[in-house]
């Protein structure tokens, strides 16, 4: 029996001497490092399905998916959402005439009233919305038309913004503040909401500003120019957006904590969508007694200022009132989900058991055939 040694060289094809003959001009041998990650020796787990793992995993599945999807539906479908549409297409419309003759470079503001009525109270605390539809913030260019420094206010970014703000960087060689396509196309409808009694009376349901932005937008994200509190004096030498009625140091002159850069309606604003049509936190409305709803069953009326055009672009707003519960508002998609997912693991599980009952053939004995 002869004695052989393992030459690890030997094996990629390197043979000793090789280099003494063939000298500078050898060709590197492409077969991998004799190691156990390349040569694939690692150690490994590889499951072996059979009917006894594979069948309780689907029946496992469905049980605890159902009941997950059922509670999320019910829970969706507990949440109450009324939503008006007071876009104005349409010539019986109430905001017609503003829809038709208004526009970005109208001086005059526009008044129209949207009557409703709820059917069923809300309970608890009561999140109006604002919605616009076949509105694409998620154009690539839109995302992009913005300096984030100048938001966070920075002084150079604020007398120079960033070059992706263009075309609304700067007005007549004056810079723009806040700079950029969303900013200049800030949502600016607003929205006032009555109850009417039983004696015919109008009663204006108070309608919460604050609150309604994330807390990083607003203390992180955000910030005014620093250097002075008097914010006509630290925005001096910058000019509105082209689209704006007034500069952003008067967007809530009656609160120094909610104007300027960290007014939370534009804060709401800039954080883009995602989908053509979506909504955006608008006002709250609070609760303020247990014994009776926030909102009641009767007749509401809605007083819109028409500043914000949309058919040009062939677009919708509308008005959302909404409740929400531990999930958010409403949604039943993920309950859908669940359930859908759930219902499928349990057939198939029904289904594979009774393949496996009937066209199982192994054979438990013991017996050799002759």
């Not at 009776?292 to 009132?321: A, E, H, Q």
Request: net charge positive; charged share 20%; aromatic share 12%.
């Amino acid at each position: 029996m002869m004695a052989s040694s393992y030459n690890a060289k030997e094996e990629d094809g390197n043979h000793p001497g090789a280099a003494n003959h063939a000298g500078a001009g050898i060709v590197k041998s492409k077969k991998p490092d004799n190691t156990a990650f390349k040569q694939q020796r690692l150690p490994a787990w590889q499951p072996i399905l059979t009917a006894g793992t594979v069948l309780p995993a689907f029946f496992v599945i469905g049980l605890i998916f159902i009941p997950i999807g059922i509670g999320l539906y019910v829970t969706s479908n507990n949440i109450k959402e009324f939503e008006i549409d007071y876009t104005g297409a349409n010539i019986e419309d109430p905001c017609y005439n503003c829809a038709k003759n208004f526009s970005w470079n109208s001086t005059a503001q526009c008044f129209c009233t949207v009557p409703f009525t709820l059917v069923q109270p809300f309970e608890s605390n009561v999140f109006m919305y604002y919605g616009l539809s076949n509105f694409y913030q998620n154009h690539r260019r839109y995302v992009k038309s913005r300096d984030d420094s100048q938001l966070n206010g920075d002084r150079s970014a604020l007398m120079s913004p960033s070059k992706e703000c263009e075309p609304y960087r700067t007005s007549e060689g004056t810079p723009i503040a806040p700079c950029g396509a969303i900013a200049n196309s800030l949502f600016n409808d607003t929205l006032q909401l009555y109850h009417i009694d039983s004696n015919g009376t109008f009663n204006e349901i108070p309608l919460v500003k604050k609150g309604i932005a994330w807390w990083t937008d607003k203390h992180v994200k955000f910030r005014n120019p620093g250097g002075n509190n008097n914010l006509t004096v630290a925005f001096q030498g910058t000019s509105k957006p082209v689209n704006w009625r007034e500069p952003v140091f008067k967007l809530d002159p009656e609160d120094p904590e909610n104007n300027g850069f960290i007014n939370e309606d534009f804060i709401v604003w800039m954080r883009t969508a995602a989908l053509p049509t979506f909504r955006k936190l608008y006002r709250i409305i609070q609760k303020k007694s247990s014994s009776t709803p926030t909102l009641p069953s009767g007749k509401y009326v809605l007083n819109i200022t028409y500043n914000y055009p949309v058919l040009s672009f062939d677009g919708r707003k509308r008005m959302i009132l909404s409740t929400i519960s531990w999930m958010g508002g409403k949604n039943p998609f993920l309950g859908i989900a669940y359930i859908t997912v759930g219902s499928i693991c349990f057939f198939l599980g029904v289904v594979l058991l009774i393949i496996h009952h009937k066209y199982d053939t192994r054979n438990n004995s013991a017996d050799i055939p002759n």
